[in-house]
């Protein structure tokens, strides 16, 4: 089982709709969990961060965090061709080292 | 200032040189990265500063060499390298180590080994 998982997609979402994107990790000590986004031969740049079970809204972005079934997911409303990129799920392990999932591409469609 | 700079932008070295690549953050950030990123692959840990010592070796090879000569910045030394080393080389730096603190990335260093 890989430590973090992501559906690689692509995912082809209309815009104006809601990208859904999920990832789930292996390590039960992960108590931080970040979302970078990755434009093509640009670096990851953070858009999200979420410590506690629930939901974190900012902005267009929820992330919504679940320990007990190591799941945590991303969601953008109305989104926009400018989204289209790489998301990459990076659980902090217990080892406080971040290990990025394989991400999954979005593609917005116009 | 939230930013990252790496330099050089693009790099390309035949397999008997010797190069550096250098990273610089000015946010009083104490934990510093390097990453190695492939074409269509997430970032994989290379080595990792706390600081300004190392604390995380991820089992490079010895032909990559980091260096922290203070607390703003972050080299890694490359001799000898291998065309399967080209990839995009990313710093990161962040507040600390510990578990809550997000990473922050420079733009990257392309490198081509030829």
């Known amino acids: 089982q890989k430590e973090v998982e992501q559906n690689s997609g692509p995912l082809s979402v209309p815009e104006g709709a809601i990208a859904s994107l999920n990832c789930t990790y292996s390590?039960?000590?992960?108590?931080?969990f970040f979302w970078y986004r990755q434009y093509s031969g640009k670096s990851p740049e953070l858009i999200m961060f979420?410590?506690?079970?629930g939901d974190k809204e900012d902005g267009r972005f929820t992330a919504q965090l679940n320990k007990a079934s190591q799941y945590v997911s991303l969601l953008i409303r109305d989104s926009q061709p400018s989204d289209s990129a790489t998301y990459l799920c990076?659980?902090?392990?217990?080892?406080?080292?971040?290990?990025f999932g394989t991400g999954t591409r979005l593609t917005i469609i116009p | 200032d939230t930013e990252v700079t790496q330099t050089p932008k693009h790099l390309v070295m035949g397999m008997t040189n010797k190069k550096s690549l250098k990273c610089e953050q000015h946010m009083g950030h104490r934990a510093m990265y390097w990453y190695k990123q492939k074409a269509k692959k997430p970032p994989e840990l290379m080595f990792v500063?706390?600081?300004?010592?190392?604390?995380i070796n991820e089992s490079v090879p010895s032909r990559f060499s980091p260096e922290c000569p203070n607390s703003s910045l972050l080299n890694l030394h490359l001799h000898a390298l291998q065309p399967e080393d080209s990839a995009l080389y990313l710093c990161?730096?962040?507040?600390?180590?510990?578990?809550?603190?997000?990473?922050?990335f420079g733009p990257g260093t392309r490198l081509t080994v030829t």
């Open positions: 990076a659980p902090v392990g217990g080892n406080e080292k971040l290990t």
């Open positions: 500063y706390s600081y300004e010592k190392l604390s």
């Open positions: 990161a730096s962040s507040p600390s180590l510990a578990q809550g603190y997000e990473q922050y």
């Open positions: 979420i410590y506690s079970n």
């Open positions: 390590d039960r000590g992960s108590q931080s």
